[in-house]
């Protein structure tokens, strides 16, 4: 697998050298690149010119670290406001170094729109290459404007579910229960499952022997499970719903319960839920059953 990786990166970097060698040879053929070189040409190097260079990268720096300081001043719990405040902050660096470069061309005597017309072509030609980076941004934008998903929610993308902890121009960062960030292109956040637009279910099973009294059993849950969930009213939005017999095993009858929590304590909920019905079952006088194996012998 490494091989082949290693061919296809040659490959590629072949292909990319190509191009640009026949672009830069059409462009001095066909005289493409006069207005740049006649651009550059005004170009004057001085002290005076790099001590104002030197300023105004210091400036433009320190104008977009405070915009971005005072964006991380803002609390907000609207997940609306912090897509925004997220999106901003990332927009700022690409725009700093944009402004940086022209305002630098601009003070060492260059033409900037005539380096911009000349470089056209090029930069077309080399678009081609960054379509990857392309289709990253716009698909990012679209999802920002259609509102498919914003900071803090829940969402699972391609079998990995977490907390979307921050969107930028080209990529989307999630963090699983475990901590673990995962950084994906937001070209690649398709068919996605937003959990934060309804409530989700923790789920529960538990095995009882077949000698259980089910019906005795099932009698009491009216007055068990609302109990539970007044123990954990910070978790568990309602009381935990009985499903009834999800399987008969080999030596158990297996019974299902889930309740309404928030995405985020799904898995707590669950751990929660299965210690609170194992000892209510104990009190109860249900034990957890064991394998049991019939010997017949004639």
């Excluded at 104002?52 to 964006?71: D, G, T």
């Excluded at 999802?143 to 989307?172: A, C, H, L, P, W």
Aim: glycine share 8%; hydrophobic share 50%.
């Amino acid at each position: 697998m490494k091989k082949i990786s290693s061919s296809k990166a040659i490959i590629k970097l072949a292909v990319c050298l190509a191009v640009c060698a026949a672009a830069l040879g059409i462009g001095v053929g066909t005289g493409m690149f006069g207005s740049v070189q006649a651009a550059f040409h005004t170009i004057r190097f001085s002290w005076n010119a790099l001590i104002r260079l030197i300023i105004m990268i210091a400036l433009v720096l320190a104008v977009e670290h405070l915009i971005i300081f005072i964006l991380s001043l803002i609390k907000t719990n609207n997940r609306r406001a912090q897509t925004i405040i997220s999106i901003v902050s990332n927009a700022l660096k690409y725009v700093a170094a944009i402004v940086i470069i022209c305002w630098g061309l601009t003070i060492l005597g260059a033409d900037v729109g005539t380096v911009v017309a000349g470089v056209g072509i090029l930069a077309l030609i080399i678009g081609f290459g960054a379509e990857k980076l392309i289709s990253d941004t716009v698909t990012g934008v679209f999802m920002i404007f259609e509102n498919q998903y914003n900071v803090g929610d829940y969402i699972e993308v391609g079998g990995f579910r977490g907390k979307v902890t921050s969107i930028g121009i080209r990529t989307t960062c999630l963090e699983d229960a475990g901590g673990n960030v995962k950084i994906i292109n937001n070209s690649d956040m398709s068919n996605l499952l937003n959990r934060s637009d309804h409530s989700s279910y923790a789920v529960s099973t538990i095995a009882i022997p077949y000698e259980t009294d089910l019906e005795a059993l099932e009698a009491k849950f009216p007055e068990m499970l609302p109990g539970i969930a007044s123990r954990h009213e910070d978790v568990m939005m309602a009381a935990p719903v009985y499903l009834g017999v999800d399987e008969l095993a080999d030596s158990s009858v297996v019974l299902k319960f889930i309740v309404e929590v928030e995405d985020k304590y799904i898995y707590s909920a669950s751990r929660m839920l299965n210690r609170e019905l194992f000892l209510c079952f104990r009190k109860a006088g249900v034990e957890c059953p064991f394998p049991q194996v019939d010997v017949h012998s004639k």
